[in-house]
């Protein structure tokens, strides 16, 4: 099975949970570098995390399988940040 290709600045969503960041499966990001696994450790891409409003929350790495680009048949939401 091919991996849905991701383009770099664009808007992604999570298929996971990471509770160590606050974030939970359908949270919106934007894929903004890649970083190579160590050995036999899958690559990773980093995400900036932002509000509501577009401000920056947060930067951080998850593994390439834990993104999913975004399509026509996703339908946004708002939880709070404070709620995870």
Same mark, same amino acid.
Request: negative net charge; proline residues 7%.
């Given at each position: 099975m091919t991996e849905p290709t991701v383009q770099l600045y664009s808007q992604v969503c999570l298929n996971r949970n990471f509770p160590n960041?606050?974030?939970?499966?359908?949270?919106?990001?934007?894929?903004i570098d890649t970083v190579p696994g160590p050995d036999g450790i899958e690559d990773g891409y &980093?995400?900036?995390?932002?509000? %509501?409003?577009?401000?920056?929350?947060? @930067? &951080?790495?998850?593994?390439?399988? %834990?993104?999913?680009?975004?399509?026509? @048949?996703h339908i946004l939401s708002v939880r709070s940040l404070a709620s995870t």
């Amino acid at each position: 099975m091919t991996e849905p290709t991701v383009q770099l600045y664009s808007q992604v969503c999570l298929n996971r949970n990471f509770p160590n960041y606050q974030l939970k499966q359908g949270d919106i990001a934007r894929f903004i570098d890649t970083v190579p696994g160590p050995d036999g450790i899958e690559d990773g891409y &980093v995400l900036e995390i932002f509000n %509501a409003l577009g401000e920056s929350l947060n @930067t &951080v790495v998850v593994p390439k399988s %834990a993104v999913s680009p975004l399509n026509s @048949t996703h339908i946004l939401s708002v939880r709070s940040l404070a709620s995870t």
